[in-house]
């Protein structure tokens, strides 16, 4: 397969979306990770989600 003349266009294109891709699969798992610890601290000062609640008033 030939991309001709812009072949180094094509290519620096798909890794540029490549990377940018991975970039944002690394920032959600980063702010996953924050936030199930952020709601780990809050549980144990006794925060409890609504959802939580097993009381229906």
Avoid: C, H
């Avoid at 812009?6 to 294109?13: G, L």
């Avoid at 990770?33 to 549980?43: A, F, Y």
């Amino acid at each position: 397969m030939s991309l001709g003349p812009y072949a180094n266009f094509i290519a620096t294109s798909y890794l540029v979306v490549l990377v940018v891709v991975v970039l944002l699969i690394a920032w959600i798992v980063i702010d996953y990770r924050g936030q199930k610890r952020r709601l780990s601290e809050l549980e144990s000062e006794g925060v409890v989600r609504r959802s939580g609640r097993r009381d229906k008033t």
